[in-house]
């Protein structure tokens, strides 16, 4: 069975520009959740979604929104970029939001020049 | 207090050796935590979930949960040249949305 897929794998951005990153749940899995995880550092969530609707919302600028398709897909968009934007972007899915273990993709690597 | 800490710096272990992580974590309402293992340049990876107090064994991994002392530890027995990882505890909070919170997570270096 496939995992959470996500793209694209990389990405270079300069200040200002706006990004979208993409991920796939694992089949049957119908929460995704974002995390940004920076060198050194664990992930930091930034939002969970399940069945279309945002369920959390971590601590980070209006500049980060997400949301999620009808087939639990979901996107992650961030405006206006900046250079402490730059770091590991990690998509995790779960059969459902609360106890259920998540599982990641391989993340997309963003670069701010 | 941060929400999930795992304070140890880099753990060196000689091959074979078990290697001890602790964890730490402060909503009381928690109920599920899990350790997750990652390789440099890669993403974590789930190895374990613990739901209830005592000890969770799965091959040479085994995690232990005190939730009276709101404390998470994973012991690695055996430990072999490819365990050398950082690895994450985190926990899901019950008055956070029931997010996953991480700790910075603890490199653990195998010496053959």
């Known amino acids: 069975d496939a995992g959470v897929t996500q793209s694209p794998t990389h990405l270079i951005k300069t200040r200002g520009q706006h990004v979208t990153l993409r991920c796939s749940p694992i089949?049957?899995?119908?929460?995704v959740s974002w995390y940004q995880q920076v060198l050194g550092q664990g992930p930091q969530f930034i939002f969970q979604y399940y069945e279309k609707e945002e369920r959390g919302r971590g601590n980070f600028p209006d500049r980060f929104s997400a949301r999620q398709f009808p087939n639990y897909s979901s996107e992650l968009n961030v405006n206006a970029l900046l250079l402490g934007d730059s770091a590991l972007y990690l998509c995790?899915?779960?059969?459902?939001?609360?106890?259920?273990?998540?599982?990641f993709g391989d993340g997309t690597r963003l670069s701010i020049l | 207090q941060k929400e999930v800490e795992q304070n140890s710096g880099p753990l060196s272990v000689p091959e074979g050796a078990i290697a001890s992580l602790n964890c730490t974590y402060s909503d009381r309402g928690s109920q599920s935590f899990f350790w997750y293992r990652q390789y440099s340049g890669k993403s974590p990876e789930l190895i374990m979930s613990i739901y209830s107090n005592g000890d969770k064994e799965d091959g040479r991994f085994t995690a232990q949960l005190n939730k009276a002392s709101q404390y998470v530890s994973l012991l690695i027995r055996d430990s072999q040249p490819s365990d050398s990882a950082t690895y994450l505890c985190?926990?899901?909070?019950?008055?956070?949305?029931?997010?996953?919170?991480f700790g910075k997570g603890n490199q653990v270096v195998v010496i053959p």
């Open positions: 089949s049957g899995h119908k929460s």
């Open positions: 995790a899915s779960s059969l459902e939001p609360g106890n259920q273990p998540q599982h």
């Open positions: 985190a926990v899901n909070l019950y008055y956070g949305n029931n997010r996953l919170a």
